[in-house]
């Protein structure tokens, strides 16, 4: 460990996390597009071309508001729950391998920023620290629909992680391996190499979409803040900035988890098909391919948003714990079955 | 760097367990209990054993915690004005057992404390070796931990199921 690996982990920080910042920014202007398009009217289009600086205008929006804190509120969680929310999520990418061994000026560097060997593990329990940001808001607020927020938030996370872990182990059992950067090289070739298509293809991918929408409290799941009846559910009583965090903690949420839906289930950046050429050309490619596959996944959270209706509670909870936790079991020992027997697993 | 990052774990550990114990609030003692347990994790971490580390934070941080504070905000518990008074009973028989643990502790690190501890073997730490280790040498009392935790969530489910039709 010199000090050019360690400026290289800087700059790789550094990339990473203005990449996704920036992204945070362009999902907004995205999820109001397409809502906009869904149902059929226009979303943000004056601010800029095509509206696409609508999110400068938003942040200098929020820092003009001024930053109420309730009287009653306790101040220590209520002043931090906020960044609670965000680093989590972005704790959590730190694992995700956003491109191949690349070689800048005769050094090899891998396009991950920790490259460890319980990185899924890493991965998860960043995201299962996400919860306390929910449960200290709704609490600290001292407010009757953020404590219901709080709390429902808190049983939903801890119902929907249980299908969500167990799906991650379906493809770490056919894997043999935790750590991403090895998971994402078991899936090169072509595109049926990738743990969509092995052990019972689609279920496993499905059951973690699912969960993953649970988790990032986003509709069909969004319970924690359904305005028709907590009118904002954890976050009622922030304003300004404070209220911006959680909303840009959602976001980042959104794309860590399909991060690690890509890396897990879609190949991470593996292209699926084989291309003439080497180098710099393919590697950007690659990059380009994990960036294309993650923003697909981003456009179907959005999709989903603005087409289906919120669950009821008693729904969400019958969904998680009658359906999908009995049906992530099924998969589990299935695909424990195939790898005893060498089916369908090919590493 | 090692020490460094020992001493600013154990600071954290020391302060977070403090504020559990003489915090008046209990949300906040469960906070600072999830804290505790994370840079517990640190330590784990830091002696080379990642995985467990990593389970320390998923399984007690994120899962168990969240219940406990899930439990507390339910049933909405006020803050603690006043101290207990404590019994008779209680004021002998606490120091005395703090002085016990305080005794066997101290004879037990200052006969085993070795001046320093060899590097972990390669490989150590990982899931593979601690997969090992649990379904070779320790296999069957992993399997009767697994058992007891099958019984005592069987247990759970059926007292809190009131009419069993």
């Known amino acids: 460990m010199d000090v050019t690996d360690v400026l290289i982990s800087f ?34 289009n004056r601010v800029g071309p095509w509206g696409l600086l609508q999110p400068i205008a938003d942040g200098i929006k ?67 620290l996400g919860v306390y940001a ?35 182990v379906s493809v770490v059992l056919l894997a043999g391996t935790l750590r991403p950067t090895e998971i994402v090289a078991q899936q090169a070739g072509p595109i049926w190499n990738w743990y969509v298509f092995r052990g019972i293809p689609l279920l496993g991918f499905l059951l973690f979409t699912i969960s993953g929408y649970a988790e ?79 923003a697909f996944f981003q456009f179907l959270f959005v999709w989903v948003r603005w087409t289906l209706p919120r669950f009821r509670y008693d729904q969400l909870m019958n969904l998680g714990w009658k359906g999908l936790f009995p049906l992530s079991l099924v998969n589990l020992a299935t695909t424990a079955v195939l790898v005893t027997l060498n089916f369908n697993v090919a590493r | ?25 209990p949300v906040v003692a469960a906070v600072a209990l999830a804290f505790n347990l994370i840079s517990i994790a640190g330590f784990y971490i830091l002696l080379g054993a990642q995985f467990i580390g990593l389970l320390q934070v998923i399984v007690y941080a ?30 002998v028989l606490a120091p005395a057992a703090t002085l016990v643990f305080a005794v066997v502790l101290g004879r037990a690190l200052w006969r085993t404390a070795p001046s320093s501890f060899p590097p972990p073997s390669e490989g150590f730490g990982t899931a593979a070796s601690l997969g090992r280790e649990l379904f070779t040498r320790y296999y069957y009392p992993f399997e009767v931990i697994s058992l007891l935790l099958i019984v005592a969530m069987v247990g759970a489910v059926l007292l809190a199921k009131r009419k069993l039709t």
Not at chain 2, 1 to 25: D, E, G, K, P, Q
Request: aromatic content about 14%; proline content about 5%.
């Open chain 1, 62 to 128: 929020f820092i003009q508001k001024k930053d109420i804190i309730p009287d009653d509120a306790y101040k220590p969680f209520y002043l931090a729950a906020p960044a609670l929310a965000v680093v989590p999520a972005l704790f959590a990418f730190v694992v995700i391998p956003f491109g191949p061994t690349v070689e800048i000026l005769g050094r090899k560097v891998s396009l991950v920023i920790l490259d460890m060997d319980g990185g899924v593990l890493w991965g998860f329990a960043a995201t299962a």
């Open chain 2, 1 to 25: 760097m090692h020490i460094f990052a020992f001493y600013v774990l154990a600071l954290l550990t020391v302060a977070s367990a403090l504020v559990v114990v003489t915090h008046r609030n």
């Open chain 2, 62 to 91: 994120g899962a168990i915690m969240v219940l406990i504070l899930f439990v507390i905000m339910l049933l909405n518990l006020a803050e603690e004005v006043g101290p207990h008074s404590a019994g008779t009973f209680q004021r």
């Open chain 1, 11 to 44: 700059a790789k920080i550094f990339v990473v996390f203005n990449a996704l910042m920036g992204a945070v920014a362009f999902m907004t202007w995205v999820e109001r597009r397409v809502s906009g398009i869904i149902q059929y009217r226009w979303g943000p």
């Open chain 1, 216 to 294: 990032t409290n986003r509709v069909p799941f969004d319970l924690p803040e359904a305005e028709g009846e907590l009118v904002a559910g954890y976050h009622t009583e922030y304003s300004g900035m404070r209220f911006a965090a959680f909303f840009m903690a959602e976001y980042v949420n959104m794309i860590t988890s399909s991060a690690l839906g890509v890396t897990l289930f879609l190949g991470g950046w593996q292209l699926g098909f084989p291309v003439p050429f080497e180098g710099w050309p393919l590697w950007i490619l690659q990059i380009l391919a994990f960036i294309g596959k993650l």
């Open chain 1, 134 to 168: 929910l449960v200290l808001a709704g609490w600290a607020s001292r407010s009757k629909f953020s404590l219901m927020g709080g709390l429902r938030s808190s049983a939903q996370m801890i119902s929907y992680e249980l299908p969500l872990a167990l799906s991650i």
